[in-house]
């Protein structure tokens, strides 16, 4: 954690400097007041404040990951892009861990290698169907999956 004020956006709180993408870490977990349980994960694909993702590659990793996710676990509730462009937020029902999290990011990265198209990149079901690159997001998941071994670690040793 930083030294800066305490924020209310628990990334806010989160030391950037430190950490070394990529990874996959819990970023917030909540129960509900019914008794569900929300977990959120960060699913960094670049290093902070030196690397980024462009911008049609992250747009289409959001599509493809909320889409192809989705066939790995019904869990899913959403899939958004981080507006540093260096990761996405994954937030699911129930209490997982990122041990638990993990064959289904790898699953759904495996799949969107394998695909060879950007679901809903048009101008029907996106509001900026152009602005998308397959190639651009298959290399950033081949990079990410590249680094399997190393998702588990958040921080620089």
């Known amino acids: 954690m930083t030294e800066q004020p305490r924020m209310n956006v628990e990334s806010f709180n989160l030391d950037h400097r430190t950490v070394a993408a990529p990874y996959v870490r819990i970023a917030d977990r909540k129960e509900l007041p019914g008794g569900d349980v929300l977990t959120k994960f960060d699913v960094r694909f670049t290093q902070p404040n030196v690397a980024h993702l462009e911008s049609e590659t992250v747009h289409s990793l959001e599509h493809m990951m909320a889409e192809h996710m989705r066939n790995h676990s019904e869990d899913v509730l959403d899939v958004s892009p981080m507006g540093c462009r260096t990761g996405f937020y994954v937030l699911l029902v ?27 990149a048009n101008e029907v079901q996106c509001g900026w169907g152009a602005h998308h690159t397959l190639e651009g997001a298959q290399a950033a998941a081949r990079e ?11 921080t620089a040793s």
């Open 94 to 120: 129930g209490d997982h861990t990122a041990e638990s999290f993990a064959p289904v990011l790898e699953a759904t990265l495996r799949d969107l290698i394998a695909a060879d198209e950007v679901p809903a």
């Open 144 to 154: 990410f999956l590249d680094q399997r071994d190393a998702w588990g670690q958040v």
